[in-house]
């Protein structure tokens, strides 16, 4: 479709030679696009070759990552049950298959949301004490790159550095962990330095070419004088367990994003964090959120789940939290059985309902 077309227009640029920080899409508007993604597809490319395989292995090892980095996220934070139960929803959900098939730089940010979040609970102690083996000055020059190379990939990266920022903000502010500004605030300050090197050209590209940079295309086109606020909203979270994307290239035609009882699921997920907001493992995915959904919500053509894909992650968590809630609260053995019965039943469910839209309705239509 068209967006992969321009994606491999800007692929063949790079492999000719043409290396720029925003390049420009010659659209009436003057649009650019950053090149981070299109340069690994360059490099792939450049030693299998530029046919189908070589344009979509990116987006193949970007959706299988994401998959490891929620499942490791999802397990420090709660627990090896909401661990597999995000992992699982990913795994069958149908949106995120088609990012993982497509020509799309969006499938990266899936991946660097929970790897941002990951490496931030890794470092700052969240929930869990640190692996004794994986020492904190890479952890934080890991957290320091992502947070740098995020700029060249989306504008949505602007969001991701606001709740990174928000959150450590928040964890030196909290009076209970007296002793982790003695242990971070150097780690800390070598982050930022490594995020400052690695932006400077960003920051230089876009003083320049402002009609390029991405703070110029992060709302996508909306428009508060051409669409209705509340009518946007509420598309878009209907998108979510009623009616979603239209957008072939996105979706099956009306498929939403998760089945209406994960949507229940969601919800309880949600309420519970939001209730415990005070514990830093439940404060770091509701930041994420908050900074995260104007983005997805105010789109031109909600529900877009191209623009909900950096809140996969965090879909997937909340019905981790909400699974494991559930589970836990069940006094009897009995019960727990049942709850398992359940559990298997909704992934049954979701399997056959992907199977059947990815390998028959989908390609019919």
Known sequence: HAEEITDIRVTERIRLGTIEVFYDLQSTEGEGR????????????????????????????????????????????????????????????????????MVSREILLPGLVAGVMLVLAR????????????????????????????????????????FAILFIILRLSSRRNLRLPEQSLPYLRFSLVVLIIIVMPYLVSSIRLPELSGIQRLWGGYSLTEHSLPGSILSSLGGLIFLGD??????????????????????????????????SRHALPLLATVCLLPAALLSPDSPDFQRMLPLLPLIALYVGLGVQSIY????????????????IGLLAFNVQWSVRDLFETWPNQ
Not at 43 to 52: D, K, Q, Y
Not at 76 to 85: C, F, N, V
Not at 137 to 159: D, E, Q, R, S
Not at 328 to 338: E, F
């Open 34 to 101: 950053e090149g981070l993604y299109h340069t690994g597809t360059a490099l792939v490319t450049a030693f299998i070759g530029n046919g189908p395989l070589g344009y979509h292995l990116i987006s193949v090892w970007a959706s299988l990552l994401t998959l490891a980095v929620v499942y490791a996220l999802v397990m420090r934070l709660y627990g090896p049950l909401a661990g597999i139960t995000a992992l699982a929803l990913l795994v069958f959900n149908l949106p995120f298959i088609l990012a993982g098939r």
């Open 123 to 162: 470092g700052l102690s969240v929930y869990r004490e640190p692996h004794p083996t994986l020492p904190l000055n890479t952890v934080f020059a890991v957290l320091g790159l992502m947070l740098g190379a995020g700029f060249y990939l989306h504008p949505i990266h602007f969001f991701i550095l606001l």
């Open 246 to 279: 239209s957008n072939p290239a996105h979706n099956l035609a009306g498929r939403p994003l998760i089945d209406l009882f994960s949507g229940m699921v969601l919800i309880i997920g949600v309420l519970i964090a939001a209730r415990d907001a005070r514990q």
């Open 328 to 343: 836990q609260s069940i006094p009897s053995r009995l019960g727990k059985v049942a709850g398992w019965v359940a559990i």
